[in-house]
């Protein structure tokens, strides 16, 4: 009998020694890859995101492409939005129906049944493991602040100034609304465990637009209760709380196994700000992908050589996601990069 030794990817999330550093990217799964336009070409955004059989092949082709340590499963953040009775569509970046900025707007939300109203996101994810059992795949949801900045705006914003001025006019709301969010996104985290997801990553995307203070306040107290929610499920937490630096030490305490860093923070100093208490995931500027491969291998080198002051695991990852004009050889440099020269160093 063979015995298979546990991922490279859940190996470093989890803390434990690796030979190498495992790498995959945020939004590998995109228009950059022919493959991928080929797939969407017949069909919305949405339309991917509900077949799943669609959903679980553009999850494949990075794996199959590029030979990645983890996979993450083919949705969108505002997937669980909709299903809370938020009209949808995508041109390209999200547009929705109607805002959230009332009382009223907050008591019509409902608390979606993630089997019964997202069963497509759990069935692509049984469909990835059925496909490639040995690749550990990713569940994923926003966190409320940034989901609830896009209900609050009805789209993305330059700087989110209506959803401030909502959470200083209306705490009590903004409260109310990021609440139904925690519990929305917790259901939706755990049913995806429950579909086999090896591990989860919250992503807060919007979280650097926030002064300390602000999300101490109206973000990170959610984000806790989720990990608090989610933990019980038993697989390992990801937050990705871009920009959130000032917060970082708070962050490293807030349950999460591993964070997230964009480039603008160097991975030494992240450690030394969060007390060697997680593990780090990150940071290559997206934008170095889109320059000449000698920058790449040299930006890898310096991140590597950074990560080794990391005493808990480094996963290798973009600082945010991967832009569309990237060319495809310039994501398998990095992938060829990071696995030549990510030896770490044994503890
Ligand atoms: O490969 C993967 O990472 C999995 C798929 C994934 C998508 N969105 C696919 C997608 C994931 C993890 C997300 C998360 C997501 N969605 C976030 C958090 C990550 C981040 O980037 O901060 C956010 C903020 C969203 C909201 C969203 N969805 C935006 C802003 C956009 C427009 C983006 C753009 O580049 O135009 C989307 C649409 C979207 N989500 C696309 C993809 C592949 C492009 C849609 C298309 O194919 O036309």
Redesign the pocket.
């Known amino acids: 009998m063979t015995e298979r030794s546990t991922p490279l990817f859940l190996r470093a999330v989890r803390g434990e020694p690796v030979e190498r550093t495992p790498i995959w990217v945020?939004?590998?799964?995109?228009?950059y890859l022919p493959e991928y336009r080929e797939v969407?070409s017949k069909t919305t955004?949405l339309g991917l995101c509900k077949s799943p059989e669609l959903a679980a092949e553009v999850t494949l082709q990075p794996i199959r492409r590029f030979a990645l340590d983890a996979a993450?499963?083919?949705?969108?953040?505002?997937v669980p939005v909709e299903a809370m009775g938020i009209p949808l569509d995508?041109n390209?970046?999200?547009v929705l129906g109607r805002t959230t900025r009332s009382k009223e707007d907050i008591d019509a939300l409902t608390i979606p049944d993630p089997v019964k109203d997202m069963g497509f996101v759990m069935d692509a994810i049984r469909m990835f493991i059925r496909e490639m059992p040995d690749t550990p795949i990713l569940g994923?949801a926003?966190a409320p602040f940034?989901l609830a900045a896009y209900m609050i705006e009805g789209a993305?914003s330059k700087n989110y100034a209506v959803t401030k001025q909502f959470l200083y006019e209306q705490p009590k709301q903004a409260r109310r609304l990021l609440a139904k969010l925690a519990r929305t996104v917790s259901d939706h985290l755990i049913a995806q465990v429950e579909a086999g997801a090896a591990a989860v990553q919250i992503?807060d995307?919007w979280a650097g637009h926030l002064s300390r203070d602000d999300y101490l306040t109206f973000a990170l107290p959610f984000t806790i209760e989720i990990v608090d929610n989610v933990k019980k499920a038993g697989a390992p937490i990801i937050v990705f709380a871009?920009g959130a630096h000032s917060s970082l030490d708070e962050l490293s305490q807030c349950g999460a196994d591993v964070l997230g860093v964009d480039w603008t923070l160097p991975l030494d100093v992240a450690a030394e700000m969060t007390k060697q208490r997680v593990a780090l995931q990150g940071n290559l500027d997206p934008c170095v992908l889109l320059g000449p491969v000698e920058n790449i291998e040299r930006q890898v080198q310096r991140i590597l050589n950074e990560a080794q002051a990391i005493e808990k695991g480094h996963v290798f990852n973009l600082g945010?996601?991967i832009l569309?004009p990237t060319p495809p050889e310039h994501m398998a440099a990095l992938v060829d990069a990071v696995k030549r020269n990510g030896r770490r160093r044994t503890p």
Do not use: C, E, V
């Open positions: 945020m939004r590998q799964a995109g228009r969407r955004f993450i499963i083919f949705s969108d953040i505002l995508y390209p970046g999200p994923f926003g940034t993305g992503f995307s871009k945010h996601g569309p």
